[in-house]
């Protein structure tokens, strides 16, 4: 089926370190796979933090990037420097799928320490 | 920006009693969903809406029903909650090539 699977959490980092969150996916029943990082900040709903819908391409956004490998299957976060405000649970999503579903990973909790 | 607008924010439920959970757009958008987060489960999904009146079930929509009343209205019915629902309720809305937007979520806890 289509799924997703997401480094597990939480993960903490100190202020200033590199971040990466692993994201793989499967996506048997959609042609052409776009691939998602959201995040949600404390208090709020999720929000879209980059997209990419071409393998090969890569997704930039506040710092983060993530490259679409489709050989791999993979989706990885990435930022060379953290700060506090970076603190969130973020979520990696596959799709779209009939009537436009994604489908999301479990959640990667991040506390950025200062 | 999508407003999406759901009620109640949060809400404490009897194991047994009926549960509505309410989601407003402002965007026209078509399309309007109805996920669930559990730690550990990320989001999986309910039930979804692609047309006014009408209303698809999900990944997960055993216990649980959907209204879609209007374009602007979806809403989430716990007709028996069960201890097993208390979990965190996120609606979104999207339209065609647009992205997904999000509801801040409802925390329900069934006690």
């Known amino acids: 089926g289509d799924s997703v699977t997401q480094t597990e959490g939480p993960v903490t980092v100190s202020e200033s370190e590199s971040l990466i969150i692993n994201c793989t996916y499967s996506a048997t029943s959609i042609a052409y796979p776009n691939l998602f990082w959201y995040v949600r900040y404390p208090g709020e709903g999720l929000q879209l933090l980059l997209k990419?819908?071409?393998?090969?391409q890569k997704g930039s956004s506040r710092g983060f990037e993530a490259t679409y490998n489709k050989e791999t299957t993979s989706f990885h976060l990435q930022k060379a420097s953290v700060q506090e405000s970076d603190s969130a649970v973020y979520y990696c999503a596959l799709g779209p799928s009939n009537y436009n579903v994604l489908y999301f990973g479990s959640g990667t909790k991040l506390t950025v320490e200062p | 920006e999508a407003a999406v607008t759901q009620s109640p924010r949060s809400k404490v439920a009897v194991t047994g009693g009926k549960v509505t959970l309410s989601c407003h757009q402002t965007?026209?958008?078509?399309?309007m969903y109805w996920y669930r987060q559990d730690t550990g489960h990320g989001l999986r999904l309910i039930h979804y809406?692609?047309?006014?009146?009408?209303?698809e079930k999900g990944d997960i929509p055993d216990g649980y029903k959907a209204s879609r009343p209007s374009q602007e209205n979806f809403s989430l019915i716990l007709e028996l909650a069960s201890l097993s629902q208390t979990a965190v309720y996120f609606c979104?809305?999207?339209?065609?090539?647009?992205?997904?937007?999000f509801g801040k979520g409802t925390r329900l806890t069934v006690v």
């Open positions: 990419v819908i071409t393998a090969g």
């Open positions: 965007n026209n958008h078509d399309y």
């Open positions: 979104a809305i999207r339209d065609r090539d647009t992205e997904v937007f």
């Open positions: 809406s692609y047309v006014a009146d009408s209303t």
